[in-house]
């Protein structure tokens, strides 16, 4: 069934937040559309009408700015994964980006709708945790900056008002020192959502470890990193053991922050797996280290 609603599309930011201003409530943004679509088909926008950004060119941009790398949300994840500035720092964003869909739905979607939609199969979603990124809101007359993970109240649930838009992304360039691995298990090789996918950053120096980042998509109820895992290899020489530990004691964490599910079954030994792939990926070890 669908459902009956207005179109408007503003093209400054400015005239798009006075429009929410008043109409938040009632008001959808669009962006790419390639998951409200699904809703407005299934007669489940609940809202009059939309607001389609796209033709707001203070929302497409990817900038250096210090240290900092800043993307506008209107990025396409086709351009994610051919930014030479994301290749130079924050490559495991492209890698993420280039996972998502087919390169229709590449061409299309958007990273602030990936961001907001909050699926927790979002790929770009535990590399942009893994990152540290930072997402600024936008109303009329205010803005708000916070961390990625402090965006998400549950699967598909996030802090965004009715009158905010998401502006900017941003993150702190990666030097040279860091290694980074996107594994990604779908049902199948094409157009799959991810059933879980992994985001592991290391920083390696001689042999020991200095930093380690991870962050499992699905698997947990809000995006998060795996802060007492990345614990275990601070200034160590990693090795195929203390992987191994750390994939089982990634596993232990999915189920305590999720609780046993149906799924929990072939879900422990899948994470496990993948983030001991990952982990040694990151590291450069094979199986026989
Ligand atoms: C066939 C298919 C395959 C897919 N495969 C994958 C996949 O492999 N991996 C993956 O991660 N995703 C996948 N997706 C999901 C989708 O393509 C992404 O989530 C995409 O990035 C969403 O961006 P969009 O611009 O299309 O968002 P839209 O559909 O336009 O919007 C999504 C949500 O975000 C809100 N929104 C968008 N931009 C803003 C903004 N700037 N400020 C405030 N609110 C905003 C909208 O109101 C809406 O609630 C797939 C979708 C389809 C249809």
Redo the contacts with the bound molecule.
Sequence with gaps: MRSEFAYICPSSLGEALEILKDNGERA????????????IREGKLGADFLVD?TRIPE?RFVREEGDQICLG??I??AELASSGLIKEGGDILGR?AQ????P???N????????????P?????PALVVLGAKVT?QRKGGERTLPITDLYLGPYRTV?EPQ????EISFAKLDDGWRHSFV?L?RRKA????RI?IAALAKVEGRRAKEVRVSVGSCTPTPCRMGEVEALFREEVPSVALIEEAAQRVAQEMVKRSGVRPSTEYKRPAVQGLVKKALLDVFNLSHDA
């Design positions: 959808r943004v669009i962006a790419g559309g390639t998951d409200l679509m699904t809703e950004i929302l949300p209107l396409n994840h993420a996972n998502v869909g087919s229709q739905i590449r299309m979607g958007t990273i602030g709708g990936n961001i907001v939609n909050a699926s199969a979002a790929d770009t979603i809101l965004i905010e838009i998401l502006t990604k779908a157009l799959a959502i991810a996918n």
